[in-house]
């Protein structure tokens, strides 16, 4: 695990909420369970996320975060429980509409063949589900302008997306997801295979969207730290089971222990938060299948 | 010394056969060519192309036009390859491979009964590399309205199918039906091979799918540019083609014009070499602009 800076004392997440007119509550997760190949990937997943709200889906390997993030875009079915995105059911007709819901996926290989630019990609994000050739207007490509302006793009808009860098593709990515003006926004493992400067650009970049422009984002992590610092709310799975609330209520050793169903240790180190598996006074972690059998940082 | 334009080339009318059809058809495989490409789909048009040559020599036995031999082999394998699974990763190759397989089975049969039970004579070249010349005038407006259904079909999915041959993950995301669209594609690639089977022949027409689309695609960096690019040079090469071949009938040593296949598909490399440049330039225009890691 490489040295990041240290984020600020986990028992004080930065927690913007105002408690004068609750905001508008964007996406509700209400008992949601699904079933794939037999197997119960999710159990009773329940909560909900207001404008402004920016979440980390956090979990390891395994535990269900691409499936729920599927599930909120109506790609995947739950046997059970139900999605609202402001308001409304969320599932396949609904999804069909394009653009409630900005979308960016786990990281995709972009042919440097490809004769597509970043300004192109982002442009798609306006009307890529539309038939017909896109007539060029100056209003769309003001609009693209402004988004690529939004995420810092400018320098590399004319560039190809396969020759882009990892963190220069993740903001035309969510360049792409945002200039739709949804509401809701979803990333599945955006920090992933970022180097550290580009991870923190990406955070504080979804943040500061989150505020400015009051959507919902809904981060999916398997290593909870670089989110800690702009963090509203954690969304924890583990097991198939989900507890959300504030980072301080949630990443601790009693309702981590109670999730997992068997014990685990919240420690705090410097600053970061590291989950581990087994009783911190047994000399050997239990065989059960735990965060990790040895310790590692989430 | 040979003139550019040697007498009769403007009044032949076999000349003016070739120059529409031939000039349709290169525009039409050079715009679906460049789809084919990025979707990495250039193994599935090679394959419409063997199987053209299934339908091309069975129409001979049954005294049809080639054209609905191509076109019916071609989108009956694109049908077969979509249930097998083309759409899948892995599932790819293995239609492809499968359907490619079991039609040029068909098309040994169908080769060996032209040349011995039937009195079509040369089935077996106009079959596999073309004859411009020879194309009868009465199919040409078939080839045409071929032509526009087969762009109209790109034109019409221009955004889903570029969307969805960056990322079907963010195509699925903004509800575009990824599986139909494909299907739909994969129909208009089959159409598109099956005409330039007409022109420059079945076993070639990869070459008029593949070549002006990747030329293009070494030029530009903009999608648009790039169906255009395609377009220009698979039209310049088929033209010049036409006229190379009309040429060469006055050629030393003497009275056999060469064929135009050979023309269009050398001159579709030439341009291919041609762009080294450019897209050498471009490639380190690119990484000054773009270098590594975040800003």
């Known amino acids: ?298 | 010394m040979p003139a550019i334009f040697e007498p009769g080339f403007f009044t032949s009318s076999p000349v003016h056969v070739a120059l529409v059809a031939g000039g349709a058809v290169a525009i039409v495989s050079a715009v679906i060519g460049v789809f084919t490409v990025m979707r990495g789909q250039s193994y599935a048009g090679h394959a419409f192309s063997d199987i053209s040559v299934t339908g091309g020599s069975g129409s001979f036995l049954i005294g049809i036009s080639p054209l609905w031999g191509f076109a019916g082999a071609s989108v009956l394998a694109a049908a077969i390859m979509d249930l097998i699974g083309i759409r899948k990763p892995r599932g790819r190759d293995l239609a492809t491979g499968i359907v490619r397989g079991a039609g040029l089975g068909l098309a040994a049969l169908f080769l060996h009964w032209d040349t011995t039970q039937t009195s079509a004579s040369g089935v077996t070249i106009t079959v596999l590399f073309g004859s411009m010349f020879t194309i009868a005038s009465s199919i040409v407006p078939v080839i045409v309205a071929f032509s526009l259904v087969s762009l109209g079909v790109a034109a019409l999915l221009y955004r889903p199918l570029l969307l969805s041959t960056v990322s079907t993950d963010l195509a699925f995301a903004r509800g575009i039906p990824v599986r139909l669209a494909g299907a739909a594609f994969l129909a208009a690639v089959a159409v598109a091979v099956s005409l330039s089977a007409m022109t420059i022949g079945a076993i070639l027409s990869t070459a008029l799918l593949v070549g002006p689309a990747a030329t293009a695609m070494r030029l530009t960096s903009r999608p648009a540019l790039a169906f255009a690019w395609s377009a220009l040079i698979s039209l310049a090469a088929t033209w010049l083609g036409v006229l190379l071949a009309y040429d060469s009938f006055y050629w030393p040593p003497g009275q056999h014009g060469w064929p135009v296949s050979f023309f269009v598909v050398t001159l579709i490399f030439v341009f291919y070499l041609a762009a080294q440049p450019v897209a050498s330039r471009r490639a380190r225009a690119g990484r000054a602009s773009a270098p590594a890691g975040g800003e």
């Open chain 1, 1 to 298: 695990m490489t040295d990041r800076p240290l984020a600020p004392a986990p028992q004080h997440p930065s927690h913007t909420q105002d408690a004068e007119a609750p905001p508008a509550e964007v996406l509700a997760v209400d008992g949601v369970s699904v079933r794939l190949a037999g197997r119960e990937v999710l159990k009773d997943v329940r909560f909900s996320l207001r404008r402004g709200e920016f979440a980390g889906l956090i979990g390891s390997n395994g535990a269900g975060k691409t499936t729920l993030l599927r599930v909120i875009l109506g790609l995947t079915h739950p046997v059970s429980g139900e999605i609202r995105v402001n308001g409304r059911p969320s599932n396949r007709h609904t999804r069909a509409r394009g653009g409630a819901i900005g979308y960016v996926p786990q990281k995709i290989l972009l042919d440097p063949d490809m004769p597509v630019r970043a300004r192109d990609l982002v442009g798609l994000g306006l009307d890529g589900q539309r038939l017909g050739l896109p007539r060029p207007s100056r209003i769309r490509r003001e609009r693209v302008d402004a988004m690529l302006a939004a995420v810092g793009a400018e320098r590399f808009a004319d560039a190809r997306v396969g020759n882009l860098s990892g963190g220069e593709q993740q903001r035309i990515m969510i360049a792409h997801a945002l200039i739709s003006g949804p509401r809701l926004l979803l990333l599945d493992e955006p920090l992933a295979n970022l180097d550290l400067r580009s991870e923190q650009e990406v955070v504080s970049l979804l943040a500061r969207i989150a505020k400015e422009q009051q959507v919902a984002v809904l981060i999916s992590a398997h290593e909870m730290n670089p989110l800690l610092p702009v963090m509203d709310r954690v969304v924890y799975l583990a097991a198939g089971r989900a507890a959300s609330g504030p980072a301080d209520e949630i990443v601790r050793t009693e309702v981590l222990s109670e999730l997992y169903g068997h014990h685990v240790d919240v420690l705090h180190v410097h600053g970061r938060v590291i989950v581990v598996a087994g009783r911190g006074d047994a000399p050997h972690a239990p065989p059960t299948p735990g965060p990790e059998e040895t310790a590692r940082t989430w």
